[in-house]
């Protein structure tokens, strides 16, 4: 039971008492941690913030739509042993000199317990999560080149991050713990603003916040503006001197917080200010 309850948020990750308590059950099953949530509720980030609290190091596989199990695993450079065997003057008889592990299993070898995270896993195909599920719950996976099977030393912890792109299958999704990160409250906000800009003036920060929610419960917005980019905003607010009151009547650089022309008609319609 000494991991259970020892991650709890770090200085520049604000957590909730819920999802620290889904981390650390993971962490106690020896499960994957499945996280989802919309764009800028820090779900990759996440993962980084667990291995700084649990001074751990982090291993990162970042998921392509072209992405397949095996690259994860290892890759056997049959090219290069091709070559050497033809203009190298080595011996290529050793076949593990052209054995390369990928993340996973890096992983698996790292001689203390590392965090690792699998970003955006339903961007590759539906096939993808199905065919890690013996290496995740097995921790190993066997070279047949060699004859040699990977196993883990320190079992990692795995955060799987997804943006709910497809659904996940129902034997993968069995075998995680499930968190979803509701976007943050208007207090929970400022509190993550203030770890990036410690020295924001409050009245400037309250002023953009009431803005920054009034925009994102406008209906109809193909993308709502997130917490990146309300920082971004606030950033370009204070280099460009612009004072609360005046954030407090309009919304100053409305396409910093607004990427689409679509959307920034779609405000400039509902919202009188904007």
Not at 175 to 180: A, D, K, L
Not at 253 to 259: E, H, I, N, P, R
Request: aromatic share 8%; proline share 4%; net charge negative.
């Amino acid at each position: 039971m000494s991991d259970f309850h020892r991650f709890a948020g770090t200085d520049s990750y604000i957590t909730t008492d819920d999802l620290s308590r889904d981390v650390n059950a993971a962490i106690a099953l020896g499960r994957p941690l499945l996280i989802k949530g919309e764009p800028g509720t820090g779900k990759t980030l996440l993962a980084g913030a667990i291995a700084q609290g649990l001074q751990a190091e982090l291993l990162t596989w970042h998921v392509k739509s072209t992405t397949k199990a095996q690259d994860g695993l290892y890759h056997y450079d049959v090219v290069q042993r091709l070559n050497d065997s033809r203009f190298g003057d080595g011996d290529v008889s050793d076949i593990r000199k052209y054995i390369k592990l990928g993340v996973l299993g890096r992983a698996f070898r790292t001689e203390e317990r590392c965090v690792l995270l699998i970003d955006e896993v339903d961007k590759a195909d539906l096939e993808f999560p199905n065919d890690l599920l013996h290496e995740l719950d097995a921790m190993s996976f066997h070279i047949p080149e060699i004859d040699e099977t990977v196993a883990a030393v320190e079992r990692p912890i795995v955060v799987i991050t997804s943006n709910a792109e497809k659904e996940l299958p129902d034997a993968f999704l069995r075998r995680c713990v499930f968190h979803y990160i509701d976007f943050p409250k208007s207090e929970v906000m400022e509190r993550i603003v203030r770890v990036h800009l410690p020295n924001v003036q409050t009245s400037l920060l309250e002023n953009a916040i009431v803005r920054f929610y009034e925009l994102r419960r406008v209906p109809g917005l193909r993308k709502r503006p997130s917490t990146s980019e309300l920082i971004d905003w606030l950033i370009v607010l204070i280099r460009g001197g612009v004072p609360a009151e005046d954030v407090a009547r309009s919304a100053p650089f409305l396409g910093t917080l607004l990427k689409q022309e679509q959307d920034i008609d779609v405000a400039k319609r509902k919202l009188s200010w904007a």
